[in-house]
C-alpha cells in the first residue's frame, strides 16, 4: 500500500514537499513515480525514479522539482519548488516493476497507486 502526503495550500513561489510512504518489505524493487489530475482533464506524469535512482521529469517541472526515494524507510519524496498556478493538481504515487533503470512515465505502467494528495497554489 502506498500512502501520499505533504499536499496544501500554498502562493505561487513557495515549496512543498510530497511524501509517499510504502508498506512491505519489497520496496527496492519497485520504480516509483508521482503523477498528477486536475479536474476535468487525463492524469499526467509528473516525475520518476527507477530502482537504480535514476530520475526522468515531464518538462515543466524540470528544475523545479526533485524526486528521490530512500529506501531504508521505505519512502519517496517529491520535493517541489517556484511552485506555479498550473501545477494544482492531486498528486499521486505509484509503484511499477520495471527494470533496475527503467523509470515508468506512463501510468499503464503502474500497478499499485496512493489515494492522493491535493496540491493548490493560489496567485
Known amino acids: 500500500q502506498l500512502q501520499a502526503s505533504g499536499g496544501g495550500l500554498v502562493k505561487a513561489g513557495d515549496s512543498l514537499r510530497l511524501s509517499c510512504a510504502a508498506s512491505g518489505r519489497s520496496f527496492n524493487n519497485y520504480a516509483m513515480g508521482w503523477f498528477r489530475r486536475v479536474p476535468g482533464r487525463e492524469r499526467e506524469f509528473v516525475a520518476g525514479i527507477s530502482r537504480s535512482g535514476r530520475t526522468f521529469y515531464t518538462e515543466s517541472v524540470k528544475d523545479r522539482f526533485i524526486v528521490s526515494r530512500e529506501n531504508a524507510e521505505n519512502r519517496v519524496s517529491l520535493q517541489m519548488n517556484s511552485l506555479r498556478t498550473e501545477d494544482t493538481a492531486v498528486y499521486y504515487c505509484?509503484?511499477?516493476?520495471?527494470?533496475?533503470?527503467?523509470?515508468?512515465?506512463?501510468?499503464?505502467?503502474?500497478?499499485?497507486w496512493g489515494q492522493g494528495t491535493q496540491v493548490t497554489v493560489s496567485s
Open positions: 505509484a509503484a511499477a516493476t520495471l527494470r533496475w533503470a527503467q523509470v515508468g512515465t506512463s501510468e499503464l505502467e503502474y500497478g499499485h
